[in-house]
């Protein structure tokens, strides 16, 4: 199990070193509060149609995206954090591969 833990802190260090976590953290830095609330609350009501789908609160969430796309410093940060998650789910993807866990269809 140790060995399994230094891997994944090695993971995480590769991970940090990145260019592209570095433009996360900053713009991450940038986000005011009143921002991210905006920008969470934006992804709770986008999750929330995959079990509750509503034409009202899709047209919401466009309407949310739509706005948090054209302020350049959420749009920077949504972008930031997608390239980021985009990473970590390409790793995930590779261990997966790796220990053939699921075989792609």
């Not at 570095?22 to 009501?45: F, G, H, N, T, V």
């Not at 034409?55 to 949310?64: D, F, I, K, L």
Request: aromatic letters at 6%; proline letters at 1%; one cysteine or more.
């Amino acid at each position: 199990m140790e060995k399994l833990k230094n891997a994944v802190d090695g993971l995480i260090a590769a991970l940090a070193g990145t260019e592209a976590y570095r433009d996360y953290m900053r713009a991450k830095e940038r986000i005011a509060p009143s921002q991210m609330e905006q920008i969470d609350s934006y992804k709770r009501l986008r999750g929330s149609l995959m079990s509750d789908y509503s034409a009202e609160n899709a047209a919401r969430v466009r309407e949310m995206g739509r706005n948090l796309m054209l302020d350049k410093t959420t749009r920077n940060y949504i972008l930031c954090e997608r390239k980021m998650l985009n990473m970590v789910t390409g790793v995930y993807d590779s261990i997966g591969d790796g220990l053939k866990i699921a075989e792609k269809q």
